[in-house]
């Protein structure tokens, strides 16, 4: 390993090891910045370039598909390459915890980079982020088809990837959709490329709107009993499902939930939504409250995150996105409530059950939108379909109509 390759897998090792994580993980960053060198030595390289780094990645991304590695040493390897990247372009490493982004090569990630910053001024943050996500692995599909540069990318092409995706994620393909119009809008113009996607793409029926369902009040008692409060992920389990049940609050929001936006003197949160950008006040119940207290003094370990809810092992960082399914999945586990792919049995369910709940007291739509922060009023309808008592209420007596039976003529 030639010394400037070892300087740097020597500082993202050091960092690593900073962020107090386990000996057999800092062991394996190793074995992976030592493979980056490797494949940088085997072409006289005592640098890394970026162009390295690419044919790096797509090296490894090669090696996945022909069952060589495994997916996450694909991620582990493309990381640790980034990694060293950084610390030779800036001098410095900022450990990011979260999921692998897409391997992408260096044009298209500038690309990507451009189109979020142009989305991000035009939908909010976390639509922004579906937008990115989802245009990710478009990309990933072109550099996969060989198509350096989006000049050369055609109908055909669209249209492979949609067929690609309609049999991978048919549920998400309304955001496939919405992604890929809004991103040859931005290339359109850019000037990037001139395909034209509006009829490949028009859509020709309304889309089909299901009810998913709610948790009825005995299986929200089994969710809550079920969960074992005396571990440190019990009581942090326990504090999250509450709130949710009792605030209505999206998954995303409880996730990114900060110690300055409770004010315990006035039992109230007070935060900015993800989804919509816009603040909302919500009172806390003594049941959430005295639950997510818990988890503060006795369960949440000693870190500097601005976050109520973090990690239980190292680096003591915020929530990842898949957290809420986890969580999800070990309480219907513990509860003993089947749980199917598409069932709705999902942590947005307790928003649901929170929202049918409003509608069952005689809350109204109006202010049922208001204390769950929907940007529209017309977004609380979807609890009346759920409420069936009040449904029954909708129902139009038939006492007054005779019914008169007629043969065919």
Not at 196 to 207: E, G, K, M, N
Not at 226 to 244: F, H, N, Q
Not at 307 to 320: I, M, N, Q, S, Y
Request: a positive charge; one cysteine or more; aromatic letters at 6%.
């Amino acid at each position: 390993m030639g010394s400037m390759m070892s300087g740097l897998a020597d500082a993202v090792l050091g960092v690593a090891e900073g962020m107090g994580l386990s000996g057999d993980t800092v062991a394996r960053y190793r074995r992976c910045c030592e493979a980056v060198a490797e494949f940088c030595d085997q072409r006289g390289l005592d640098g890394l370039p970026v162009a390295a780094v690419d044919e790096f990645v797509a090296c490894q991304q090669e090696r996945e598909r022909h069952g060589e590695i495994g997916r996450n040493w694909r991620s582990s390897l493309v990381r640790s390459a980034r990694m060293m990247l950084e610390v030779r372009e800036t001098g410095g490493l900022v450990w990011r915890v979260m999921s692998p982004g897409p391997d992408l090569s260096e044009y298209s990630r500038d690309v990507l980079g451009q189109f979020a910053a142009a989305a991000g001024l035009q939908v909010s943050a976390r639509s922004a982020r579906l937008l990115a996500r989802e245009v990710g692995h478009f990309l990933v599909y072109l550099d996969r088809a060989g198509r350096g540069d989006l000049s050369a990318v055609t109908v055909d092409d669209v249209r492979g990837f949609m067929v690609e995706m309609a049999s991978r994620r048919p549920a998400g393909i309304g955001n496939v959709v919405w992604s890929l119009k809004r991103f040859f809008a931005f290339l359109n113009a850019a000037g990037l490329s001139d395909v034209r996607i509006d009829r490949l793409l028009a859509r020709v029926a309304p889309r089909r709107v299901r009810a998913l369902p709610a948790f009825t009040r005995e299986e929200i008692g089994r969710l809550v009993q079920g969960i074992e409060t005396d571990t440190p992920c019990g009581k942090r389990d326990y504090a999250m499902v509450l709130l949710a049940v009792w605030t209505g609050l999206r998954c995303c929001d409880i996730v990114a939930l900060r110690l300055e936006e409770i004010d315990w003197r006035r039992d109230e949160i007070r935060l900015v939504q993800a989804k919509t950008s816009q603040p909302l006040v919500l009172p806390l119940s003594a049941a959430a409250g005295n639950a997510v207290a818990e988890w503060i003094l006795h369960g949440r370990p000693d870190c500097d995150a601005p976050e109520v809810f973090v990690r239980l092992k190292a680096p003591f960082v915020k929530l990842g996105t898949s957290a809420g399914s986890t969580l999800m999945r070990r309480c219907l586990t513990q509860a003993g409530i089947e749980h199917t792919a598409g069932d709705g049995k999902s942590f947005h369910a307790l928003r649901r059950t929170a929202g049918t709940r409003l509608i069952e007291s005689g809350a109204g739509q109006p202010l049922t939108a208001q204390i769950l922060g929907h940007g529209r009023i017309n977004s609380a309808g979807r609890y009346f379909a759920l409420a069936s008592e009040q449904l029954r209420q909708c129902c139009l007596p038939l006492q007054q109509f005779t019914c008169v039976k007629e043969e065919l003529r």
